[in-house]
Protein backbone atom coordinates (compact mmCIF):
# COMPACT_ATOMS: atom_id res chain seq x y z
CA UNK A 1 0.00 0.00 0.00
CA UNK A 2 1.52 3.22 -0.59
CA UNK A 3 -0.79 5.32 1.82
CA UNK A 4 0.57 5.32 4.87
CA UNK A 5 -0.88 7.03 8.14
CA UNK A 6 0.63 10.88 8.34
CA UNK A 7 1.95 11.02 11.74
CA UNK A 8 3.75 14.43 12.83
CA UNK A 9 7.79 14.75 12.57
CA UNK A 10 10.09 17.23 13.68
CA UNK A 11 11.14 19.73 11.38
CA UNK A 12 13.51 22.23 11.69
CA UNK A 13 12.33 25.78 10.74
CA UNK A 14 13.26 27.50 7.57
CA UNK A 15 12.26 30.83 6.82
CA UNK A 16 12.66 34.02 4.46
CA UNK A 17 12.48 37.11 5.64
CA UNK A 18 11.91 39.76 2.41
CA UNK A 19 12.16 43.48 2.90
CA UNK A 20 13.52 46.70 1.94
CA UNK A 21 17.10 47.63 3.43
CA UNK A 22 16.90 49.28 7.01
CA UNK A 23 13.37 47.59 7.83
CA UNK A 24 15.04 45.44 10.33
CA UNK A 25 15.44 42.07 8.69
CA UNK A 26 18.75 41.44 10.84
CA UNK A 27 17.44 42.51 13.88
CA UNK A 28 14.32 40.58 13.43
CA UNK A 29 15.91 37.48 12.43
CA UNK A 30 18.41 38.12 15.36
CA UNK A 31 15.24 37.75 17.76
CA UNK A 32 13.47 34.57 16.00
CA UNK A 33 16.47 32.95 16.27
CA UNK A 34 16.99 33.44 19.87
CA UNK A 35 13.32 32.15 20.07
CA UNK A 36 13.63 29.39 17.95
CA UNK A 37 16.74 28.06 19.73
CA UNK A 38 16.08 28.73 23.08
CA UNK A 39 19.03 30.84 23.86
CA UNK A 40 21.59 28.52 21.74
CA UNK A 41 24.31 28.75 20.13
CA UNK A 42 23.13 31.22 16.55
CA UNK A 43 25.45 32.40 14.19
CA UNK A 44 25.41 34.91 11.00
CA UNK A 45 27.13 34.37 7.54
CA UNK A 46 27.38 38.33 7.04
CA UNK A 47 27.68 39.46 3.29
CA UNK A 48 27.70 43.55 4.13
CA UNK A 49 31.01 43.79 5.91
CA UNK A 50 30.55 42.41 9.41
CA UNK A 51 27.34 44.93 9.58
CA UNK A 52 25.43 42.31 11.96
CA UNK A 53 27.68 43.16 14.30
CA UNK A 54 26.36 45.96 14.99
CA UNK A 55 23.93 43.66 17.40
CA UNK A 56 26.94 41.85 19.41
CA UNK A 57 25.94 43.87 22.89
CA UNK A 58 21.91 42.49 22.29
CA UNK A 59 22.67 39.68 21.13
CA UNK A 60 25.18 36.34 21.80
CA UNK A 61 26.33 35.16 18.55
CA UNK A 62 28.85 34.03 16.23
CA UNK A 63 29.82 35.62 12.44
CA UNK A 64 31.52 34.63 9.80
CA UNK A 65 31.76 37.80 7.27
CA UNK A 66 31.63 36.34 3.46
CA UNK A 67 33.82 38.50 1.75
CA UNK A 68 32.86 39.51 -1.90
CA UNK A 69 34.88 36.79 -3.85
CA UNK A 70 33.16 34.18 -1.81
CA UNK A 71 29.85 35.71 -2.15
CA UNK A 72 28.73 32.70 -4.92
CA UNK A 73 26.97 29.59 -4.54
CA UNK A 74 29.85 27.28 -3.89
CA UNK A 75 31.17 30.28 -1.19
CA UNK A 76 27.83 29.92 0.58
CA UNK A 77 27.65 26.39 0.75
CA UNK A 78 31.17 26.15 2.00
CA UNK A 79 30.16 28.70 4.74
CA UNK A 80 27.11 27.03 5.98
CA UNK A 81 28.68 23.97 5.91
CA UNK A 82 31.40 25.03 8.02
CA UNK A 83 28.44 26.36 10.47
CA UNK A 84 26.45 23.32 10.81
CA UNK A 85 27.64 21.52 13.36
CA UNK A 86 29.08 24.34 15.27
CA UNK A 87 26.01 26.23 16.37
CA UNK A 88 21.85 25.67 16.80
CA UNK A 89 20.68 27.88 14.39
CA UNK A 90 21.79 29.90 11.66
CA UNK A 91 21.20 33.20 9.96
CA UNK A 92 22.06 34.00 6.24
CA UNK A 93 21.83 37.59 6.23
CA UNK A 94 21.76 38.25 2.49
CA UNK A 95 21.45 35.72 -0.46
CA UNK A 96 21.07 38.29 -3.13
CA UNK A 97 24.75 38.54 -4.14
CA UNK A 98 24.58 34.63 -4.84
CA UNK A 99 21.82 35.32 -7.43
CA UNK A 100 23.62 38.30 -9.05
CA UNK A 101 26.50 36.13 -9.37
CA UNK A 102 24.83 33.56 -11.14
CA UNK A 103 23.62 36.78 -13.35
CA UNK A 104 27.03 38.25 -13.54
CA UNK A 105 28.19 34.49 -15.22
CA UNK A 106 24.92 34.42 -17.50
CA UNK A 107 25.80 37.93 -18.71
CA UNK A 108 29.56 36.91 -19.86
CA UNK A 109 28.58 34.01 -21.42
CA UNK A 110 28.52 33.22 -25.38
CA UNK A 111 25.05 32.29 -27.04
CA UNK A 112 21.34 33.16 -25.97
CA UNK A 113 20.63 33.79 -22.14
CA UNK A 114 18.01 30.86 -22.43
CA UNK A 115 20.36 28.25 -23.18
CA UNK A 116 23.34 30.22 -20.84
CA UNK A 117 20.44 30.13 -17.59
CA UNK A 118 20.32 26.25 -18.69
CA UNK A 119 23.43 25.76 -18.12
CA UNK A 120 23.43 27.80 -14.69
CA UNK A 121 20.41 26.51 -13.25
CA UNK A 122 22.01 23.03 -12.36
CA UNK A 123 24.61 25.58 -9.90
CA UNK A 124 20.57 27.37 -8.85
CA UNK A 125 18.98 24.33 -8.23
CA UNK A 126 22.07 22.71 -5.73
CA UNK A 127 22.05 25.82 -3.43
CA UNK A 128 18.11 26.01 -3.54
CA UNK A 129 18.31 21.84 -2.65
CA UNK A 130 21.40 22.71 0.35
CA UNK A 131 18.41 25.37 1.60
CA UNK A 132 15.77 22.73 1.64
CA UNK A 133 18.03 20.07 3.28
CA UNK A 134 19.64 22.17 5.75
CA UNK A 135 19.42 20.36 9.22
CA UNK A 136 19.50 23.31 11.79
CA UNK A 137 17.38 25.91 11.94
CA UNK A 138 17.95 28.79 8.62
CA UNK A 139 16.67 31.66 8.13
Same mark, same amino acid.
Given at each position: ?????????????????? /?????? &?????????? #? +????? @????????????????????????????????????? /?????? &?????????? #? +????? @????????????????????????????????????????
Amino acid at each position: MSFQKATRELRVPLLLIQ /ASSGSG &KTYSSLCLMK #G +ITAGG @KMAIIDTENRRSAIYANEFDFYIRNLAPNEQNINGYI /AAMEEA &KDKVDGLIVD #G +ISPAW @KDLLEKSNKMEGNSYQNWGKLTPLQDKFISYIQNYPKPLI
